[in-house]
T-cell receptor, first 116, second 113 residues
Framework: DAGVTQSPTHLIKTRGQQVTLRCSPKSGHDTVSWYQQALGQGPQFIFQ???????QRGNFPDRFSGHQFPNYSSELNVNALLLGDSALYLC???????????????FGSGTRLTVV | GNSVTQMEGPVTLSEEAFLTINCTYT??????LFWYVQYPGEGLQLLLKATKADDKGSNKGFEATYRKETTSFHLEKGSVQVSDSAVYFC????????????FGQGTRLTINP
């Protein structure tokens, strides 16, 4: 049973460019959450998608946007990249309402984004 | 607001040493508390959890007790192994709107043989 799959695993972009990261949730999961993990920090919640809509957003600017497709996969887009956007971006999938309470919040291995 | 504070790292120990990683939290009410582990090159994995005060979560020899008096959830292991080398995160869930996790800054643990 495949877990959460993220692509690409590593990415280098130039300041000002745009980037798209992808996430395929664990089979049977319908909700996708994105987190940003800066070097030496804990992950921070970016937003969550369910039924192709953004349910809630963390404290991130509008340069960060996302999308969820009918097959529950998701994309994270970041525009006008800044050096400070360099981080590990984690995707987590779950069943709505059965997520963070430990019943099935599954993380992917992440995409390491470096902005130069 | 809700937050989690972990002890400063990194932590380096010898094999079979006793481990404690401190975690304190600030939250409304009495949320569940978690410890996650991140092995090199892998995603976060739930290590253990406690759902109410005085609960003890345990897994793979690790333990943590939910202490509401001291708002703490310290992670302990009696005898660490080289394979325990990883980054450990204390976390609490927020269930307002979208369910999400608030993490501490993480503690990098290195075990030397």
């Amino acid at each position: 049973d495949a877990g959460v799959t993220q692509s690409p695993t590593h990415l280098i972009k130039t300041r000002g460019q745009q980037v798209t990261l992808r996430c395929s949730p664990k089979s049977g999961h319908d909700t996708v959450s994105w987190y940003q993990q800066a070097l030496g920090q804990g992950p921070q919640f970016i937003f969550q998608y369910y039924e192709e809509e953004e349910r809630q957003r963390g404290n991130f600017p509008d340069r960060f946007s996302g999308h969820q497709f009918p097959n529950y996969s998701s994309e994270l887009n970041v525009n006008a990249l800044l050096l400070g956007d360099s981080a590990l971006y984690l995707c987590a999938s779950s069943l709505l309402d059965r997520g963070v309470l430990g019943y099935g919040y599954t993380f992917g291995s992440g995409t390491r984004l470096t902005v130069v | 607001g809700n937050s989690v504070t972990q002890m400063e790292g990194p932590v380096t120990l010898s094999e079979e040493a006793f481990l404690t990683i401190n975690c304190t939290y600030t939250a409304t009410g009495y949320p569940s508390l978690f410890w996650y582990v991140q092995y090199p090159g892998e995603g976060l994995q739930l290590l253990l959890k406690a759902t109410k005060a005085d609960d003890k979560g345990s897994n793979k020899g690790f333990e943590a007790t939910y202490r509401k008096e001291t708002t703490s959830f310290h992670l302990e292991k009696g005898s660490v192994q080289v394979s325990d080398s990883a980054v450990y995160f204390c976390a609490l869930p927020i269930i307002q709107g979208a369910q999400k996790l608030v993490f501490g800054q993480g503690t990098r643990l290195t075990i030397n043989p």
